[in-house]
T-cell receptor, first 107, second 116 residues
Framework: DAKTTQPNSMESNEEEPVHLPCNHS???????IHWYRQLPSQGPEYVIH???SNVNNRMASLAIAEDRKSSTLILHRATLRDAAVYYC????????FGAGTRLTVKP | GAGVSQSPSNKVTEKGKDVELRCDPI?????LYWYRQSLGQGLEFLIY????????KSGLPSDRFSAERTGGSVSTLTIQRTQQEDSAVYLC??????????????FGPGTRLTVL
């Protein structure tokens, strides 16, 4: 059973920021929030993860709600290469992917 | 360093035959996962190995599916009496330790299985 809820699809314009939401209302205190993405015809790749504080890396930023029941993956300037399915996962040993959000980036 | 490797990259088989899919995780990674992905679908968890612990087999869809992990390294996923609905990309991933929930997974390129 998926522990996270994400929109099925989102669209963005190239070079604009994208905010990908994820709800995880049943999160436990030790669950890390992980984001992966899957480009067409490739295996998933790690994007970012966090526990309580907001996180930044070269790929994206992760904003975590104070109650940790939701989070948002932020791509600061979407490029055409960012078109992918984005998965939000609660990491607690095994890792079960939901359906993710299919991001389309328009030129 | 080498990433997760899987073989074969493509496998075409006839209905009813058995197939073996291989995964070589990153050296030193104690956790290993198998997933499958049907065309246009999300990832479906199959099985999870963590060190010497008993594997979590809760995702295996039927008793035709089994997996082993020898010596805590290489893993083989076996599908017996293949059916057309088994056609999918089978993905393997490893992580440094599945017991620590901050560890990221590294995925292999997958094996595309086609059952005729």
């Amino acid at each position: 059973d998926a522990k996270t809820t994400q929109p099925n699809s989102m669209e963005s314009n190239e070079e604009e920021p994208v905010h990908l939401p994820c709800n995880h209302s049943t999160i436990s205190g030790t669950d890390y929030i992980h984001w992966y993405r899957q480009l067409p015809s490739q295996g998933p790749e790690y994007v970012i993860h966090g526990l309580t504080s907001n996180v930044n890396n070269r790929m994206a930023s992760l904003a975590i709600a104070e109650d940790r029941k939701s989070s948002t993956l932020i791509l600061h300037r979407a490029t055409l290469r960012d078109a992918a399915v984005y998965y939000c996962i609660l990491r607690d040993g095994d890792m079960r992917f939901g359906a993710g959000t299919r991001l389309t980036v328009k030129p | 360093g080498a990433g997760v490797s899987q073989s074969p990259s493509n496998k075409v088989t006839e209905k009813g035959k058995d197939v073996e899919l291989r995964c070589d995780p990153i050296s030193g990674h104690t956790a290993l996962y198998w997933y499958r992905q049907s065309l246009g679908q999300g990832l479906e968890f199959l099985i999870y190995f963590q060190g010497n612990s008993a594997p979590d087999k809760s995702g295996l869809p039927s008793d035709r599916f089994s997996a082993e992990r020898t010596g805590g390294s290489v893993s083989t996923l076996t599908i017996q009496r293949t059916q057309q609905e088994d056609s999918a990309v089978y993905l393997c991933a490893s992580s440094y330790s599945g017991g620590y929930s901050y560890n990221e997974q590294f995925f292999g390129p997958g094996t595309r299985l086609t059952v005729l």
